[in-house]
């Protein structure tokens, strides 16, 4: 249970964080509030690490997969993505486009059993769900 109430907050904060972070791209840049947004979780993860435990940070370089460490560099071009596309699209349609995609790609990560996950097997029932969640998106995105 404490697995979907999580899911559920950190959905709502990626919504609100996105509209935040277009509203301010609007009034700025691209670049200054892409910037703006990674110093500040930058700072905030710092305050955490003060305050909560302060781990060695030199473990990062004993990461065994190298490629892991670019998860702050994707973010960077998350943070770009969504604000580019809830400024084109407005925040709900971008919002399904992007649970959209998030769950292609997990799903297919998982087949796979890429970047070091539990390979599953494929299974119709999940393809028809996402086939379903792509026309929810058509019926949403509708108009006469």
């Given at each position: ?12 904060l ?73 400024g ?8 399904m ?48």
């Amino acid at each position: 249970m404490w697995g979907f109430l999580v899911a559920l907050i950190s959905g709502a904060l990626m919504s609100i964080q996105g509209v935040f972070n277009t509203e301010m791209t609007k009034q700025t840049s691209l670049w200054v509030s892409t910037g703006w947004v990674q110093f500040s979780a930058f700072l905030v993860c710092v305050l955490a690490w003060i305050f909560t435990g302060r781990d060695s940070v030199g473990a990062l370089w004993q990461v065994e997969n190298k490629y892991t460490l670019l998860g702050g560099i994707i973010g960077a071009f998350i943070t770009i993505t969504v604000i580019q596309s809830m400024g084109s699209l407005g925040p709900a349609k971008a919002a399904m486009l992007i649970v959209i995609s998030q769950l292609a790609v997990a799903y297919v990560i998982e087949l796979f059993g890429l970047f070091g996950v539990e390979k599953v097997d494929f299974q119709w029932r999940k393809l028809i769900g996402m086939a379903v969640a792509i026309v929810g998106i058509v019926i949403f995105k509708w108009e006469k």
